[in-house]
């Protein structure tokens, strides 16, 4: 802590007179929306400024923007993490990166950058990945706030924080704010793990990721986009074998640009451009910096409100659509009592007598609110197929061609288990 | 190129011209807008009141895109609170000095290719002289943050004057509640992407090579595989022409039609698994609720431009290459040449088929839409020789292609609509709460007036203020007592929270206005972060 409050050989600034001017009017007093609990006055600015902690995962496009507005709202103790380095494609909304600064890992240059230019805030980075840190590390912050383009970090920290809640000790619930970006929309919300809707209870509203049947990409090509999946999916291991494409390296999206290219004009298909290959492969959102300046802002409006109780948190989603006008709605969205993580029940299936445990394998990948990519099923004294270890694999393997019905009574459950996700589903098998 | 010819990544990347830096640099944002979007921005100069908190994140969202050029307008020097809470200023090293000149370099920083500058002047000075006030319509577009209601009476005035001036956003903000309006003359938006109405593929209205396709098709004898990929396009159009030979020309109207077309649908349908005939009759409502021209494109061929019913379109007329286009729109609808409907986008969704038939589709709608762009043209030229010359092409390309959803709209003054008591009185029975919000910050604006300070501010001001701009008749939603709360509570205060998400929407309408792409928000935007929404008055 004292080591890094001074910087560059000068010692920590104390708070100028008038510096939080604006924020201590709110502060200071409540309004007729606030509640009784609030603590006016030097109780909740000593909270907010000298003991609240912070985290903030993610330092992208919704990072860098949390991590400012976090600063001059007057947290002073913000952990950031963050596995990825500065790409120059960041550079039209990610404000705390220069093109100097490519190549180098995020969480550390905003870091930096937050310091410089807010006195007096302590930013601790951690350049790696969520999955690294154990429960004792998410046990110290009092909120936590996420900027995140993946699906699967989000489940990964919303099942932890979850896990995390223990009746007994209320400082072991810790608030969850989630932002998320797609162009000129967005959402925030706020999660209170095990009390409110977690993000696993709202897996299908999710878009769809579009996926195109193998069929057409291997033998009736239309679009530009099904000559690239072919490149990607079908000729890269055909003619590289085990090589692992790298969708961030120029050279390999050249060679699938020219070879979808090809294969788009033998079969007289036009529209495949660099762009589009690039797009294709790396599943592209696009960003810019206005909606992410939004949605951020609304996630720290949401983090200063639940630090102070200066008014009342949302309740508990936010979502903007900036296309036609300005469009937003607010609601309540509901906890799921089958919610693998948060729910405590098992969720219902009904299948038919004649599935296989492939079949069963190939809907918890597909169904919305599902969406488990290598799940492994067990019940309380059996293995029904493992996706690991290798030997287990093999041994379990004979069972995906038998049918659920020979493995399975009807009304049993099934728990469902991945490696990348810290939950178990459990599933009550119903026969129709 | 056979499989056995696929290259090594060596020989295929000397050959790949890959994007340069720029291209690279706004990928992302290139995916919404295209090089027309980021030209328009590039192109654009504007004006900023205030170096606020505020203001700057507006500024920090249109440089990183890379807006062409900014002028940061503000007499104030940096205190200690906007050292607080400006992310724009050096911190307390800041302090004492012109805020415009300190917020300027570290807003140029985030991209190296805008221009920007600081003017250390107060608005009313330029809008004092003609030179100032020539100089504040020379921008493309001017935004003002809590700017005093006199100076701010002046300025929408003067940028009313004039259909030729531009847009001014006025943007009012106070602890967590703020709103914020675009005063305009006309937008007139080429490419919306609202994507609510897909352009008419034609299928009652079939063109030649369309027609010649579906009538060919020897849907007894055919081979199962061809059968089975038949584009849905195709079946429709075959069935149409069926239809109305059977019909007397008619197309299915009531219920019990459409459910006997798509009883035809399924009736050619050999097997249960061909997917092409589920599309054909998933899309049989192209049959039926397709009109030639949407209404709101009709709407729009009797819109007089701003500048007169009858005055012939000008250089001076604004948005005169919009409007000539409109009027070829309607000749084109109206012409014998034409198909008596919008010309085809061209535009082909994707569909169960294999590829040769997708392919040879693709052609006979590129084809016929390159014919009916030539008229179009052709038309435009005839219409308005004077200004057909000067129509960029690319321009004309855009507006053919999204010719069933183009859009006009027509703006009003700053503060028309607060004066206007039964509209007023009528919004705060249906919308209460965005209302009272809008009316307790106009009526926070006429207290800051007249101590900016803030010392003339109290619930009873803000409620006696209300009370005289509706009537002295007109009860008041409970919802004013929540809106004058929070201002009472903080009405000088500008929160970082509140400015960053006022800031991206403000940025947000700021990048609609310029690119004419995506549909700006027509009335006033209220943002209330206590409850978190936002909604719309006035419109
Ligand atoms: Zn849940």
């Known amino acids: ?432 | 190129m056979s499989t056995d010819e696929s290259q090594d990544i060596d020989s295929a990347t000397t050959a790949v011209q890959q994007p340069d830096n720029k291209t690279r640099r706004y990928d992302r944002q290139l995916r919404l807008w295209a090089a027309s979007g980021q030209n328009a921005l590039e192109s654009a100069r504007i004006l900023v009141l205030s170096a606020s908190a505020t203001s700057n994140a507006v500024l920090k969202n249109l440089v990183l895109p890379g807006i062409g050029h900014f002028t940061l307008l503000d007499p104030a020097t940096v205190s200690a609170a906007d050292a607080g809470n400006n992310f724009f200023l050096a911190g307390p090293a800041s302090v004492g000095k012109p805020r415009a000149a300190e917020a300027v370099p570290l807003l140029r920083e985030l991209n190296e290719s805008v221009q920007g500058d600081a003017v250390i002047k107060h608005v009313d000075d330029l809008l004092a002289d003609d030179d100032g006030r020539a100089y504040i319509r020379g921008f493309s577009l001017v935004i003002a943050h809590n700017l005093p209601t006199s100076s701010l009476d002046s300025l929408s005035r003067l940028l009313w004057e004039d259909i030729g001036d531009p847009p001014l956003i006025v943007v009012r903000s106070a602890g967590f509640l703020a709103d914020f309006f675009i005063q305009f003359h006309e937008q007139c938006i080429s490419q919306p992407h609202t994507d609510e109405t897909p352009p008419s593929l034609r299928i009652t209205r079939p063109f030649p090579a369309l027609l010649e396709w579906a009538r060919e098709l020897d849907l007894d004898n055919m081979d199962p595989t061809d059968h089975g990929h038949i584009p849905f396009v195709v079946i429709l159009v075959r069935i149409v022409d069926d239809w109305r030979r059977e019909h007397g020309g008619a197309l299915p109207a009531t219920s019990t039609e459409k459910q006997a077309f798509k009883a035809a649908v399924r009736a050619l349908r050999r097997k249960p698994d061909e997917e092409n005939f589920d599309e054909a009759e998933a899309q049989a409502w192209r049959v039926w609720a397709e009109p030639a021209v949407p209404s709101d494109i009709a709407a729009l061929f009797t819109l007089p431009p701003l500048s007169g019913a009858d005055a012939p379109l000008s250089e001076t007329t604004p948005n005169t290459a919009f409007h000539a286009l409109l009027r070829a729109l309607a000749a084109f609808v109206r012409s014998e040449r034409g198909p008596g409907a919008l010309p085809l986008s061209g535009a082909l969704p994707d569909m169960r088929t294999d590829t040769t038939s997708y392919v040879r589709l693709q052609t006979i709608y590129k084809d016929r839409a390159r014919v009916e762009k030539a008229l179009f043209g052709a038309l435009l030229a005839e219409e308005c020789p004077d200004v057909a010359p000067h129509v960029d092409p690319e321009e004309l390309d855009t507006f053919v292609k999204n010719a069933h959803h183009v859009r006009v709209l027509r703006g009003r003054r700053w503060g028309a609509w607060a004066a206007d008591r039964a509209a007023v009185a009528s919004s705060l029975e249906m919308v209460p709460r965005e209302t009272a919000t809008h009316l307790a910050l106009n009526a926070l604006s006429t207290l800051l007036n007249e101590g900016p300070d803030g010392s003339k501010v109290s619930a009873e001001a803000l409620t006696e203020e209300v009370q005289k701009v509706v009537g002295e008749g007109v009860a008041l939603p409970s919802e004013t007592e929540d809106a004058i709360g929070e201002l009472a509570r903080a009405p000088t205060a500008e929160l970082p929270n509140t400015a960053a998400f006022v800031g991206g929407l403000v940025a947000q309408e700021a990048i609609k206005m310029i690119t004419r792409q995506y549909v700006p928000v027509d009335g006033y935007c209220v943002v209330d972060l206590v409850d978190s929404w936002t909604g719309l008055v006035g419109r």
Request: net charge negative; proline share 6%; aromatic share 8%.
């Open chain 1, 1 to 432: 802590m004292a080591a890094a409050a001074v910087l560059d050989g000068t010692p920590a600034v104390v708070d100028w007179p008038d510096r939080y001017h604006h924020v201590d009017q709110i502060l200071d007093k409540p309004g007729p929306r606030t509640d009784p609990s609030f603590l006016a006055g030097n109780e909740v600015k000593d909270f907010l400024r000298n003991k609240c902690k912070i985290l903030v995962i993610g330092a992208g496009g919704l990072g860098c923007e949390i991590l400012a507005n976090l600063a001059l709202s007057g947290f002073k103790d913000i952990h950031v993490i963050d596995m990825d380095t500065i790409d120059i494609s960041n550079l039209n909304r990610q404000f705390l990166f220069r093109p100097k600064d490519v190549g180098k890992p995020k969480a550390i240059v905003a870091a930096e950058f937050i310091m410089k230019r807010v006195p007096g805030v302590i930013v601790s980075p951690y350049y790696g990945k969520i999955q690294d840190k154990d429960d004792d590390y998410y046990m110290q912050f009092n909120l936590v706030i996420c900027g995140l383009d993946s699906v699967e970090a989000r489940r990964w920290i919303n099942a932890t924080l979850v896990n995390l809640v223990d009746p007994e000790n209320p400082e072991s619930l810790k608030p969850l704010i989630d932002g998320g970006t797609e162009g000129f929309k967005g959402q925030a919300r706020v999660i209170l793990p095990t009390v409110s809707s977690c993000y696993e209870c709202s897996l299908d509203m999710l878009n769809k990721p579009t996926a195109f049947p193998i069929c057409t990409i291997a033998n009736t090509p239309r679009l530009p986009e099904h000559c690239i999946e072919w490149a990607s999916v079908l000729e890269w291991p055909r003619v590289f074998g085990d090589k692992k494409l790298d969708t961030d390296d120029p050279e390999h999206i050249s060679w699938l640009y020219t070879t979808a290219s090809a294969r788009a004009k033998e079969f007289k298909i036009e529209g495949v451009t660099w762009s589009l290959t690039q797009g294709v492969v790396k599943n592209i959102i696009p960003a810019i910096a206005s909606t992410n300046a939004i949605i951020a802002a609304s996630c720290c409006n949401e983090a200063f409100k639940i630090a102070t109780s200066s008014a009342a948190y949302l309740n508990n989603y936010f979502m903007l659509i900036g296309v036609d006008g300005v469009y937003s709605y607010t609601f309540e969205h509901e906890k799921r009592d089958d919610c693998p993580v948060c729910g405590g029940e098992a969720l219902d299936i009904s299948i038919s007598k004649e599935w296989t445990v492939d079949r069963l394998i190939e809907m918890l990948i597909e169904k919305q609110d599902i969406q488990i990519k290598k799940p492994s099923l067990s019940t309380t004294t059996k293995q029904i197929y493992f996706q690991a270890p290798p030997q287990l694999e093999e041994l379990t393997r004979p069972n995906l061609e038998k049918k659920v019905s020979e493995l399975i009574e009807d009304g049993d459950h099934i728990t469902v288990t991945a490696s990348t996700l810290p939950f178990n589903l459990t599933l009550r098998i119903k026969y129709v």
